[in-house]
């Protein structure tokens, strides 16, 4: 699949200089979505789990809340998990029903839960507070959503600890290790008959296949313990959450949603008696290598024996390698000034944008050939979190986004899924 996906890129690349769309506006960079590639990794994960499993597959749409790439993604069978009312908006535009949706959160508001369990749409409960407010709304009526708890199975961090959502003291859902906490979340279900689903999510980028596996195990042991103390199955189904990590130092997809399903067939098998419906919230490792920045370089110089190239790709468009480069660091390609690969002998050099701080680097010491001014580096494998949700530092614009297809005769077919924001697009959201 790698390699397949990185001859599309250097066709768009190509096609995309050769028509001008770096340049429009006066830009100096756009984004792309690999659209043949999105197909791919959406039919990688529907294989990965075996047909006897009744599972649905929701988008996590803060990894790329784009309307049109949220559209594709339910023609290609997805469901779409959202944290906030802006996604829940998105996805609604998107064309997903309130079935095949789930609302998680840990902030939601009163008039937020009330909307999503009138709509149906299903409900992950963070906390007994919000319990208590899913209670008053269910006295009053009832809805048909299906709604969970969200519990911190408690197992550890990964190597990104931001991004770490089974830690001891994680900010998402009720702990299950913590004094008297097992007991009280057992009390919690046997009191409400409809508490028919249970939630976890043990973290993404930089989680082991085994840690997170480890928890997901935890999470099914309670369901069961639920079910036992009920005398019947109560709980129906658990949603498994997302966190398969991407691969960002090279072009495979390893580790593999097969590999991921492997590990939670040794560690939780229960999950696949057919017994319980699944659902799984995957979003980076859905669309992370099927998008990349491509950007101009304006400038080139050298400070310290360091050569450095100034692009019109930073951290507004690249905030986690800017600020946290060790643990987001991308891999770059450069291309010539005609959007050919770029041949030379490799040199060691820092890319740069536009941001006014001296950390805006989305490269340090990357061994390229020797950029010049007017060349073109890409940003791979950034389709989940960077463009889709730009960093409006220094007022930066948010550039194009282009859907791209190759056509039997190697035609590059390039849509429009967002257009650039103008200067007057950001004068206009600056206030009166």
């Not at 709509?119 to 992950?124: H, M, P, Q, S, T």
């Not at 913590?178 to 009280?184: F, K, L, P, T």
């Not at 220094?394 to 190759?406: H, K, Q, R, T």
Request: aromatic share 8%.
């Amino acid at each position: 699949m790698g390699e397949h996906r990185s001859y599309r890129r250097n066709l768009a690349v190509h096609a995309a200089v050769s028509q001008g769309l770096l340049d429009r506006d006066d830009a100096g960079l756009a984004a792309f979505v690999d659209l043949t590639g999105v197909g791919e990794s959406v039919a990688s994960l529907h294989r990965a789990w075996p047909s006897a499993v009744p599972v649905r597959h929701a988008f996590a749409a803060k990894a790329n809340c784009l309307v049109p790439v949220l559209r594709l993604l339910r023609d290609h069978g997805m469901g779409c998990e959202v944290a906030s009312a802006g996604e829940l908006a998105q996805a609604v535009a998107a064309g997903f029903r309130p079935d095949e949706m789930i609302f998680d959160s840990p902030a939601k508001t009163r008039q937020e839960l009330a909307h999503a369990l009138s709509l149906g749409i299903a409900v992950n409960i963070d906390n007994f507070q919000e319990l208590a407010r899913v209670d008053e709304f269910m006295e009053r009526g009832g809805s048909r959503s299906n709604i969970g708890i969200r519990i911190n199975p408690q197992n550890g961090s990964g190597a990104i600890e931001a991004v770490s959502t089974a830690s001891l003291s994680s900010k998402f859902g009720i702990p299950l290790e913590d004094e008297g906490s097992r007991e009280r979340l057992l009390d919690a279900y046997r009191r409400r008959p409809w508490l028919r689903w249970v939630h976890v999510h043990v973290g993404s980028q930089g989680c082991a296949l085994e840690l997170t596996a480890q928890g997901i195990a935890r999470i099914v042991r309670f369901a069961e313990a639920v079910n036992a103390a009920a005398g019947r199955q109560q709980i129906v189904g658990i949603d498994v959450g997302g966190g398969l990590s991407v691969n960002f130092a090279g072009e495979d997809d390893t580790p593999s949603f097969h590999d991921h399903v492997s590990h939670l067939r040794a560690a939780a098998p229960a999950l696949f008696s057919g017994e319980y419906q699944v659902v799984t919230e995957f979003g980076r490792s859905v669309m992370a290598k099927n998008g990349f920045i491509a950007a101009r370089v304006e400038y080139t110089k050298t400070a310290g024996g360091t050569p450095i190239a100034i692009t019109h790709a930073g951290a507004h468009v690249a905030a986690r390698t800017a600020l946290a480069p060790e643990a987001w660091k991308l891999r770059l390609a450069a291309y010539g000034e005609d959007g050919l690969p770029k041949d030379g002998v490799l040199t060691k050099q820092d890319v740069a944008g536009p941001c006014c701080f001296a950390g805006d680097l989305v490269g340090r010491s990357q061994a390229l050939p020797l950029l010049e001014p007017g060349d073109v580096v890409a940003l791979l494998d950034t389709g989940a979190y960077y463009f889709s949700t730009p960093y409006q530092y220094n007022s930066l614009p948010a550039p194009a986004v282009y859907g791209f297809d190759i056509a039997e005769d190697g035609t590059v077919r390039f849509t429009l899924l967002r257009r650039a924001q103008t200067t007057g697009d950001v004068l206009a959201a600056s206030g009166p």
